[in-house]
């Protein structure tokens, strides 16, 4: 059972309220609790639209899942209130991240995706509408008179998306937004799996990933593989890179046109010495198509996000362990302080760090959203339910 909350949670929380593990000039300000279930809830994404709506998406579940599993939150007042709506869907079976919506130009679109982790195409499917349309509905469902998130405005015809996986590639996985880096193109960058590769260092299952950069000439329809970020075959001896290898990219443009690219390399149930499996970044000077050698960032961190405030600062946010937030210098892409935003309070041990997603929803306000999950570090204390959370941070 899943459920909205409209109040305040009340759980103690010391550390960060007292300014433990902040930077100078970072505030907590507030927390809520936005969604609970007893699913675990997973994998959330913050999207901003032109005329300041935000659409959340996760999933109650973890890794693959249902299309039906998955949860579509529209809020028009900052995070403090949310409504759950309806969102197109094709495909019975999605993964973790099968669902992107972001805006570029006038127009709303939304990707649905399945990631064919053992050989075969990626399937995906696009819809697009509008940015003036305040519908957040399949076209087929009936009206609902009165409520402005349900007025007319549908969702385009879908179309299919074609990507070009190269021939050594089992399949990639698109699970941010693209950037649009000029001259009509827009560049995302992915992380997939070798056909010749395979991780049994940890765990059969386990594949060894690399991160590639695709471009699109129309607006995201069809993409290409434009640049090698990495091309390992297996872990690297040097023993840095860790056993998830390169994945989960978070890219940005910087003042000078560069193209940065943070990304995940390890897992910290495995990858637990002082120098393994920190994030790595590197750095593209022509779109995307050539890119720098990986450089440690000397932290763990999975699942970054890169975001732009309104007066240019660039946040770097990751999770596990802890909520990190860390400014990301516009110009040269280095880290300043870190901020561990929840993290290191006995009162909420279990709290699982996990893909957080912020935006900044007024100037140097930033929304937080992670995941409260009883299924970190051995099982909920004191409740039994899942919570999705919203915290606003000052910056």
Not at 16 to 36: D, T
Not at 43 to 48: A, D, K, R, V
Not at 145 to 154: A, I
Not at 245 to 256: I, K, T
Request: charged fraction near 20%; aromatic fraction near 8%; include cysteine.
């Amino acid at each position: 059972m899943t459920s909205l909350m409209s109040s305040t949670l009340s759980i103690p929380y010391a550390g960060a309220e007292r300014g433990q593990n902040l930077a100078a000039g970072v505030k907590l300000l507030e927390r809520w609790a936005i969604l609970e279930s007893d699913d675990d809830l997973a994998f959330p994404f913050l999207s901003q639209f032109s005329d300041g709506r935000l659409l959340l998406q996760g999933t109650r579940g973890v890794h693959c899942t249902r299309a039906e599993q998955t949860f579509h939150l529209i809020s028009s007042d900052a995070g403090q209130t949310w409504k759950e709506v309806a969102m197109p869907t094709r495909i019975d079976s999605l993964n973790q991240w099968g669902l992107i919506t972001f805006q570029c130009g006038s127009t709303i679109y939304t990707y649905e995706q399945r990631w064919q982790s053992r050989g075969g195409p990626m399937i995906g499917y696009r819809w697009a509408r509008d940015a003036g349309s305040r519908v957040w509905k399949n076209q087929s469902d009936v009206e609902r008179d009165g409520d402005p998130f349900w007025t007319p405005g549908p969702w385009s015809d879908e179309q299919q998306v074609r990507y070009e996986c190269p021939k050594d590639y089992r399949n990639y996985n698109l699970h941010l937004p693209p950037i649009s880096v000029g001259d009509g193109r827009l560049v995302a960058l992915v992380h997939g799996s070798k056909t010749t590769t395979s991780n049994t260092t940890v765990q059969k299952e386990m594949e060894y990933n690399n991160v590639l950069a695709i471009e699109s000439l129309d607006t995201g329809l069809t993409w290409r593989v434009c640049g090698r970020v990495s091309d390992f075959d297996a872990p690297p001896a040097d023993g840095r890179i860790g056993y998830e290898g390169p994945c989960e990219p978070a890219a940005m443009q910087l003042d000078d046109g560069r193209i940065l690219v943070i990304m995940r390399t390890g897992n910290i149930n495995f990858d637990r010495s002082s120098e393994r499996g920190f994030m790595h970044r590197s750095f593209s000077s022509d779109g995307g198509r050539t890119w720098s050698p990986l450089e440690s960032l000397g932290m763990h961190g999975v699942r970054p996000e890169l975001r732009r405030l309104s007066d240019g600062r660039i946040f770097l946010i990751c999770g596990r362990p802890g909520n990190l937030l860390v400014p990301v210098d516009p110009e040269t892409g280095d880290l300043g302080e870190v901020s561990d935003i929840f993290r290191g309070d006995p009162a909420l041990h279990y709290e699982s760090c996990c893909n957080p997603s912020c935006v900044e929803v007024a100037p140097g306000r930033l929304l937080f959203v992670y995941s409260h999950s009883k299924l970190c570090n051995g099982g909920v204390t004191g409740t039994d339910k899942n919570r999705m959370m919203a915290a606003l941070i000052q910056v």
